[in-house]
């Protein structure tokens, strides 16, 4: 599979996340201002801080006792409902309200980071799809042009170091090297091929020696197997006569070679 088609074929806002995605949003999209405005409002209808003292006012102005201690009674299980139950509510009103105006203000970025995120993994989608290949192929060309100038630098730096710093010590190398020459290829090598023609001779020697004194034993047979022939046959032609010699006298040695 092409690297064109590979980045074709990738998906990064999958269905399953696109789904995911929307629903965290339908959740963060609930109307809280309206909530918050409703509980805003009093706990009760009417305010009955304000008619419990208009009770007693009343319950002050009439002149039956009766009908006023009734009244004096409704004021007092008025104010006691009031501070028992209404303002506990209003307490926990508030807190309600507050935390509302809080959870407000954590959605706010919440819904807008999701909305970026779904809007740019939507716009990654297309330029990976239409534009993957060219992307990856110019990022590559960053990596190898970083590469190459980090060997740059050090082809630089190395170049720094042998003007500035070997350098100074070229003439004690220049010796090192010109001995090195001397000894090496001069003398020693030299030496290593007169050492290695003697070998070759000294093998070549020990190789014909056996030959050649097998040839030495049969050439001197040779020779005193053909003098003693000739010996005899001059014996033999040889009339006897005043310096006839003895046979116990040595034969001239002739030599043939």
Known sequence: MSV??????????????QKTLQGLLD??????????TALSGSVTAKDLTSFAKQMENVANQIKDGATAGRLGSLVTKTRRLISTNILPLETRRDELVYQLTALEVQLMPI???ITQSMSHLKTIQYFVGNQGTAI????????????????????????????????PCRPVWNVFQGVRQLLCRHLVDPL?????????????????????IKLIGYFDKMRKSSLLARTQIGSQESPPGPNWTSPDSEPVQVDIW
């Open 4 to 17: 064109d088609q590979s980045f074709r074929n990738l998906q990064l806002l999958t269905p399953s996340l």
């Open 27 to 36: 959740t963060t999209s609930v109307d809280l201002s309206s909530l918050r």
């Open 111 to 113: 819904e807008k980071q």
């Open 136 to 167: 990856a192929q110019e990022k590559m060309r960053q990596f190898v042009e970083r590469i190459l100038n980090y060997v740059g630098q050090f082809q630089e730096y190395v170049l720094d170091s042998v003007h500035n710093t070997v350098a």
């Open 192 to 212: 290593n091929g007169l050492w290695f023609c003697t070998m070759w001779c000294m093998v070549l020697f020990l190789l014909a020696t056996p030959t050649s």
